[in-house]
């Protein structure tokens, strides 16, 4: 195997990696602001999901549990 081949297969499967980990966020960003769930075709555009998210008193409760944690390391 030459030094271009070899330069060449080494940078495919870079990109196929990084293709491969940064599809499914991609995904997940658009699907985040459709108005319908995941398998169907996407609506809408809209911010109802992160509306709803902040609403969650939870998702506050965690985040001040990792400042905290985070302010004392």
């Known amino acids: ?18 293709l491969f980990l940064f599809t499914p966020i991609i995904v997940l960003v658009l699907y985040s602001f459709s108005t319908r769930g995941f398998p169907y ?17 939870e998702l506050w409760i965690s985040f001040m549990n990792s400042l905290i944690i985070a302010t004392s390391a």
């Not at 195997?1 to 990084?18: D, N, P, Y």
């Not at 609506?43 to 609403?55: P, V």
Request: charged share 20%.
């Open 1 to 18: 195997m030459t030094k271009r081949t070899s330069a060449f297969l080494r940078q495919s499967v870079l990109t196929l990696t990084i």
């Open 41 to 57: 075709p996407i609506g809408a555009m809209t911010l109802d999901w992160y509306r709803a998210l902040l609403k969650e008193s």
